[in-house]
């Protein structure tokens, strides 16, 4: 398999996703596993970023082909078959949690999770809500061909792309988006999407990562710092 290079991969500045501003302070100029990465502050309304960054074709190549690899040398994990159910399971035992937690939210139908992994949460949700029609959409090749395998129906494509070709029924009755926000390289597109494509009555859920906490625990900015995270 080809090795991955960041250092090679096209790049492209990006203004701030919420203002548009483009005055930033500079936080950090190397990532987790050191790697040339920029990390800036909107001036005006305070997002954290990447920019530059990846294009979305590199994005999507990334996650592709070389996403759980990656992820599995910077973490010191081997990148097993192991590595990946261990996923799944973990992220079952979540989204049961989650159907418990929200389930007088829950509605039946149409329910979409974005950046749904390997499936798990999505298979944990309908544990507790059988009536729920689940639905992932996950950029790594890897987690959603072993989504689709276990019979979480999953598309694989970055949200930018799936957004452009939604297939699905045209409402939702519930959106989920675990810890993926900060993947996303349009998120005000996302919740703007998600707005529109929930029905009347329909909910948003979202688990996001607290990055303050993220650097204050590991004890720099550049330690909390993520090529798949263009914002925190």
Known sequence: ???????????????????????FFTLSKISKNNLDVRTVMCKKCGLIFITPRM?????DDYYKYFYRKDRSEIKGTKGTK?????????????????????????????????????????????????????????????????????????????????????????????????????HLLAPCEFLEWAYLKLENGGHIFLVVKNFLHQVRRAGSISAGVQIDHPYM
């Open 55 to 59: 294009t979305a074709k590199s994005y």
């Open 1 to 23: 398999m080809e090795i991955f290079s960041y250092d090679s991969t096209p790049k492209e500045e990006v203004s701030c996703a919420i203002c548009s501003g483009r005055s």
């Open 82 to 182: 192991g590595d990946i159910e261990q996923n799944f399971k973990g992220a079952l035992r979540f989204g049961r949690a989650l159907g418990v937690l929200f389930k007088t939210f829950l509605h039946p139908g149409l329910t979409i999770d974005v950046g749904s992994s390997t499936g798990g949460v999505l298979a944990g949700l309908k544990e507790v809500e059988p009536r729920l029609n689940i639905f992932g959409v996950e950029p790594s090749l890897e987690e959603s061909e072993y989504a689709n395998v276990h019979g979480i129906k999953t598309t694989r494509a970055i949200f930018e792309d799936f957004v452009r070709e939604d297939k699905t029924p045209p409402l939702a009755a519930n959106i989920f988006c675990v810890q993926s926000l900060n």
